[in-house]
């Protein structure tokens, strides 16, 4: 079992940026992938970006490549996701992911959740 903890949301303008974080219960040293998702009110929960902890690969969503950066830790117990040029689309909860199967287009596939962080973009 992983328990995921979200943090650093918040409430900004257009055109700014937020550093969200996730903390992981345990290393996730090992065949992992873990994600960063989104969901806003009435909308579908949409896959932003992803890295595998050990090969460190990564892959984000067309909506936020180039303005977002996901990244670990070296002890791989926190995950990030740096988001710049913030736009009023961005407005959602984010959640935490992680599981064996690094598909950002199939939600099912992650087997741990965060409960996720607010972030408000204003224009």
């Known amino acids: 079992q992983v328990q995921l903890v979200e943090s650093r949301g918040g409430s900004v303008q257009a055109g700014g940026s937020l550093t969200l974080s996730c903390a992981a219960s345990r290393s996730m040293y090992g065949n992992y992938c873990w994600a960063w998702f989104r969901q806003a009110p009435g909308k579908e929960r949409e896959g932003v970006a992803r890295?595998?902890?050990?090969?460190?690969?990564?892959a984000y969503a067309a909506s936020v490549k180039g303005r977002f950066t996901i990244s670990q830790d070296n002890a791989k117990r926190t995950l990030f996701l740096l988001m710049n040029d913030l736009k009023p689309e961005d407005t959602a909860l984010y959640l935490c992911a992680a599981g064996p199967w690094c598909g950002l287009d199939n939600p099912s596939s992650f087997d741990y959740w965060g409960r996720g962080t607010q972030v408000t973009v204003s224009s």
């Open positions: 890295i595998h902890s050990s090969r460190g690969d990564t």
